[in-house]
Structures are given as structure tokens and as C-alpha cells.
């Protein structure tokens, strides 16, 4: 049920916009960086990639938020908007808030943009840029927005995680900011989406597009990968920046590991003969890596071997905030396989 104001009561936000306090800025030195269009073409993206890094360390040096977790939150928006088909941001941040949240959900005016009135109607809405304007689609004003919410007397990781989930109240975005930081802080940059095919492209190998047939062990059920056929102890490598999600035995993958990229999709490796020892769960790993060996690992208890010939299962999972669904790899197969050949004959 929504809630009419009083003539009255409107009469006293029209008084008090009309005599609104000048607002200060996030920083004077964030106020001179302008916002950008996203980029035309896919060559520009390195400085698309540097002018939003530039941007997250200068609004890190003013609130102290990490400014791997302020990346970490905007690329997590950004995945939400694939999934929830938003609209592509106009400029350099992907951060969504909708007209309710920014303006307050009782204002009369939802295209409000006086932080005055916004606060009074307890809208989230702040100015970053020292316009004198709250405004949705403007870079400096949605990163003040959400650096003022999340911020916390020290910044320590563990209340900056309760700050996010009363943003979110979600637990699964909370997991995600905090692996997406810990592969930003790593990497200490935010161009990070190359990709590698997952065998050796000099191994001698074979595969084909076996996405959704039928399987029967355990129940009937559809196919939710790849399989790339190819011999014992061939390495199996990570095909993107990531982080290892999981790593140990499954009943139908045998040994495997799960291992989650930038773009909120889950990479899952299964029916490895073994890992690669130094590597571990919450590491991240790069493309290229070596993270385990083919096998025919799978279909029962663990140490369960050699009930079908030595393969990689290859799966991606997109995840949409509340749960994730499997989407056909072979495309992408078949691209990173092009790219890594060309790597390879580039390297002769």
C-alpha cells in the first residue's frame, strides 16, 4: 500500500529544498575527474580499464574502502545486470540503484536530485561531485552513495561484510564481492578477462557439442558441459582469472574443481586423475595454470576409477544473485582454442 503525503507535509520538503545547505563533496580531487562513456570499441578497453581503477583509488585514499572491494562491488553489479537484463551503464560505473532506493521510496518525486530532500526521505541519493546534484546515472555520486553506506569506523574487512549484506541482504552477493576483491587485490588491476583454452593445444585431443544429452548414472539427467577426451595426465589448466571456488571429490565428477571468474561464472573442471598440490581453495589462479590432470575419476564413493576413458568435463554456471544455471561451453571452447593456437604459432 503506498502512503500519501499530506498537502501540509509537502508544503514543508518544497520549504526546505528551497532553503537546502550547500553539500560538500566526497573530495575536491575527485570532483575534477569527469565521467566517461563506455568504451565504442572493444581496443579501448585497457583505458576504460584504467580511468575506473584511477577512479576507485582516488575514492579508496578519501573513505578508506578498499578499492579492490569497491571494484569488487561494481563488477558484481555489473554480472547482475546481464543476468537481470539491465541496461549497459552509460559511464564508467555499473553500480544500479533504482529510482526508490536513490530518492526515497515516500518521495513524491522519484526523479529527485536535491540531496536535501532526498535525505529527508531517507533516499539513499548522495553528491560526490560537489554539482549540488544527487544524481543516479553520475559516476562520483553513486560512488559516494555507496561508499557512504558500506563505510565503517576502520574499514575492517569482517564489518565492511555486514555493512554489504545489509546493503544486499543476500549472502551469496556477499560471498561474491569478497572473492571478486581477493582477485582485484591480488592482481592489483582490473583488466583481468583474458581466457586459455583448457588442454594444451599440442596434446592430442578431441571433443564435440555435447551439451544437454542424455545421462543416466544417478538418475536421469542432462549433460551440463563438454567433454574433451584426451589421455591420462594430460594438465588440465584454468581458463580465466579466477578464484578456486572448491576443490575435492563429487560422486559424479570425481575429483574436481570449481573455480569462479569476474563475470559471475562458475568454471567446473571434473574427473581429474589429481591436483595440482600447491593448489588450494580461495587461491587465484590465472589462465594458462596448471590446476590438474585428465582422468576418469567419478561415478562413486572417492577413489572411484576407469568407468569410462580419460576425459575432461568442462561446465560454465552463470550465477543470478539467488541461484545458477548452466549454459552451453562450446562456443567459448572453440574460441579459446583458436586464440591460444594463435598464441602458440606466434610464440614459433
Not at 54 to 63: G, I
Request: aromatic share 12%; proline share 6%; with cysteine.
Amino acid at each position: 500500500m503506498k502512503i500519501k503525503p499530506t498537502r501540509s507535509f509537502q508544503y514543508l520538503v518544497l520549504f526546505i529544498t528551497l532553503i537546502a545547505v550547500t553539500y560538500t563533496p566526497i573530495s575536491p580531487v575527485l570532483a575534477a575527474v569527469p565521467a566517461s562513456s563506455p568504451p565504442k570499441t572493444q581496443s579501448d578497453h585497457k583505458i576504460i580499464f584504467a580511468k575506473r581503477l584511477e577512479l576507485f583509488e582516488k575514492v579508496s585514499m578519501v573513505t578508506g574502502i578498499p578499492w579492490s572491494y569497491l571494484a569488487a562491488m561494481d563488477q558484481y553489479e555489473r554480472s547482475l545486470r546481464i543476468t537481470k537484463k539491465l541496461p549497459a551503464s552509460q559511464g564508467l560505473i555499473g553500480i544500479h540503484i533504482s529510482e526508490s532506493d536513490w530518492a526515497g521510496a515516500l518521495n513524491p518525486d522519484q526523479t529527485d536530485t536535491n540531496p536535501t530532500s532526498i535525505s529527508l526521505f531517507r533516499g539513499l541519493g548522495q553528491d560526490g561531485s560537489g554539482d549540488g546534484f544527487a544524481q543516479r546515472d553520475n559516476d562520483l555520486d553513486l560512488l559516494k552513495t555507496v561508499s557512504a553506506f558500506i563505510s565503517t569506523p576502520g574499514n575492517r574487512e569482517e564489518d565492511l561484510q555486514i555493512r554489504l549484506w545489509e546493503y544486499y541482504h543476500n549472502s551469496r552477493s556477499v560471498q561474491r564481492i569478497q572473492q571478486f576483491a581477493r582477485i582485484y587485490a591480488v592482481n592489483k588491476t582490473l583488466d583481468l578477462y583474458q581466457n586459455s583454452f583448457p588442454l594444451p593445444v599440442s596434446a592430442v585431443y578431441s571433443y564435440r557439442n555435447t551439451w544437454g544429452a542424455k545421462r543416466g548414472w544417478g538418475g536421469l539427467r542432462i549433460h551440463e558441459g563438454t567433454d574433451l577426451f584426451a589421455g591420462y595426465g594430460v594438465p588440465v589448466k584454468s581458463t580465466c582469472h579466477g578464484i578456486v571456488e572448491i576443490i575435492g571429490w563429487n560422486p559424479f565428477g570425481g575429483w574436481r574443481i570449481g573455480i569462479r571468474d569476474l563475470n559471475n561464472v562458475y568454471h567446473y573442471y571434473a574427473h581429474l586423475s589429481g591436483f595440482n598440490k600447491p593448489i588450494k581453495k580461495g587461491d587465484i589462479v590465472k589462465p594458462g595454470q596448471i590446476v590438474g590432470w585428465v582422468g576418469s575419476s567419478g561415478y562413486g564413493k572417492p577413489g572411484t576409477s576407469g568407468k569410462f576413458p580419460p576425459h575432461l568435463h568442462y561446465g560454465l554456471y552463470r550465477d543470478t544473485g539467488l541461484t545458477e544455471w548452466s549454459f552451453n561451453p562450446y562456443s567459448y571452447l572453440n574460441k579459446w582454442e583458436r586464440e591460444d593456437y594463435l598464441r602458440l604459432k606466434m610464440k614459433k
